[in-house]
């Protein structure tokens, strides 16, 4: 199985920018679709982000879209997700996630085998 460890999270002010990164170890990270995630207190875990395998294929929750941009170096076992324009309702604990499976048209945690122990991301106005 793999391992994915987050970093990256840290406090910025609103309008500010992170670039959170997810190294994986243990397999090879082009074996996986990928998807970062985020839950903040006393809300479900959501969807920001999921890349494809050839990083191709590429899908963002509503909220982020235009915002963030996720990437994949497959040389480097990493993916990324970089964070723009961030603002307080984006603070939360942020999740990269691994699966063998199909890219989907989705973006749901439950389809997500694998998982980081996520990094926080705290953005003050």
């Known amino acids: 199985q793999v391992q994915l460890v987050e970093s990256g999270g840290g406090s910025v002010q609103a309008g500010g920018s992170l670039r959170l990164s997810c190294a994986a170890s243990g397999r090879t990270l082009s074996s996986y679709i990928m998807g970062w995630f985020r839950q903040a207190p006393g809300k479900e875990r959501e969807c920001a982000a999921a890349i494809s395998r050839s990083g191709v294929g590429i899908y963002y929750g509503d909220s982020v879209k235009g915002r963030f941009t996720i990437s994949r170096d497959n040389a480097k076992n990493t993916v990324y997700l970089e964070m723009n324009s961030l603002s307080p309702e984006d603070t939360a604990v942020y999740y990269c996630?691994?699966?063998?499976?199909?890219?989907?048209?989705?973006?749901?945690?439950?389809?997500?085998?694998?998982w980081g122990q996520g990094t926080q991301v705290t953005v003050s106005s």
């Open positions: 996630a691994a699966d063998t499976g199909l890219t989907r048209r989705r973006c749901y945690p439950s389809d997500y085998e694998y």
